[in-house]
């Protein structure tokens, strides 16, 4: 029986990669779901502002909701998946579902900053105030905070962010893993504050527990920028852990004479 073959540089890269960056057909499912985010976001866009029709207590200030429930919803969705890749880095201990962690907190991150600001815009033109202390504004904060402190103590301990020692890299995982879980519990408290305690902010319009009346083409222009932000925020995720991914899997650079001296 013959020794097992040393891999290739392209093979240990490989290894380093999940399949929904590596795979064959990676790129073009990438490219054929940006140009899917780009109609779905169209549409949206035409039956937001063209179609559905203003409210009759807000006027076309209720328009923003087609941008700010979407993306609180795909917020939502990305801490839910910053919980389910803790859970497989802590099954498997696989560094790969650490990176889809990262990425998919730093999405949520992002997300959520979109979220606060665009209710301020809508808060400033109902309320005719930018911030209130109200249960649901002050938990999507601290949502954000616990989130954002995620992504720095991720950095604090493993400072090349999984490219260097791989004994730090998991001690960052580990670390990462639990503070990512125990941050998602945040989103049932986020979501359900306006149920629990007496708010300003108006109930949820489709994950209600007893879901209010809406028009039915208000419904639609809101299915559709959900549909488009949820598309985006995919393709967003895909290319962002495709750029990690590649930075991680970079072959070190051979010990050349002038690196060696210069160490």
Do not use: K
Not at 67 to 72: C, T, W
Not at 181 to 198: C, E, N, Y
Request: glycine share 8%.
């Amino acid at each position: 029986m013959g020794l097992p073959r040393p891999r290739s540089e392209n093979d240990q890269a490989a290894a380093l990669r999940t399949p929904l960056t590596s795979g064959r057909r990676a790129g073009g499912d990438r490219r054929s779901l940006g140009w899917l985010a780009a109609g779905l976001a169209a549409a949206a866009t035409a039956t937001g502002l063209l179609i559905a029709p203003p409210d009759a207590l807000q006027g076309d200030a209720q328009r923003l909701m087609y941008l700010h429930v979407p993306a609180a919803w795909t917020a939502y969705l990305a801490f839910a998946s910053v919980l389910a890749a803790s859970l497989g880095y802590l099954a498997t201990r696989d560094l790969r579902w650490d990176r889809c962690a990262r990425v998919a907190a730093e999405l949520g991150v992002g997300l959520t900053g979109l979220t606060i600001s665009l209710g301020a815009l809508w808060g400033r033109a109902v309320w005719g105030a930018w911030w209130a202390w109200d249960p649901r504004l002050v938990s999507t904060a601290l949502l954000l905070v616990v989130y954002a402190g995620y992504l720095a103590l991720r950095r604090a301990l493993d400072p090349a962010d999984g490219g260097g020692e791989i004994r730090i890299a998991h001690r960052a995982a580990r670390v990462a893993a639990l503070v990512g879980m125990a941050g998602f519990a945040l989103v049932p408290l986020v979501h359900l504050s306006v149920v629990w305690w007496r708010s300003l902010h108006q109930p949820a319009t489709i994950l209600a527990p007893q879901r209010p009346p809406i028009d039915p083409l208000m419904a639609a222009a809101l299915l559709l920028s959900v549909a488009a932000f949820t598309a985006t925020a995919m393709w967003i995720f895909l290319r962002r852990l495709d750029a990690v991914e590649r930075t991680v899997a970079r072959p070190a650079p051979a010990a050349t004479p002038e690196l060696l001296e210069a160490r």
